[in-house]
């Protein structure tokens, strides 16, 4: 970055540290990055037992914000763990992010700029905009977050 470029490898590693950028494709209107973990062990969330065998592994898609006008779209290759403690109920564990929820398929930074469009605008309004240059959604997962977001 000394000179002014941005590299997509600077762009994983604002996302997360720990990421270590594999390649990336453009297609159309996204921006396909693909993605694996640097992290050398894990810690098995059930019991706090750290990890580093692992037991398979399965690639993960999510959104996250747009760059340059492309829609993005992480491709990651994530970890099954096996736990070593005996008494712990869990035999495997998947790896966690900090920056994608469990099971979710958007980015903790594009669900929150799904939120404050949808904030301000209806639910169609915000659905069009969103589809236009940010990501693909729909308007049912646009009430969904905002119900998420605001339980009362």
Known sequence: MRDGTVKVNDVVKLLDKNLRYISHE?????????VD??????TCPSCGTDSDKVHSRYERTFHDLPIQGKKVIYMIHNRKMFCHNAQCHRKTFAEPFSFLPYKAKKSTRLE?????????VSSLTAEKILNYGITKVGKSTICNLLKKNNPN
Do not use: H, M, P, V
């Open 112 to 120: 929150r700029e799904i939120i404050e469009i949808a904030q301000n």
């Open 26 to 34: 453009i297609i159309e209107d996204t921006l396909f990055i693909r």
């Open 37 to 42: 973990s640097e992290k050398l062990s894990l």
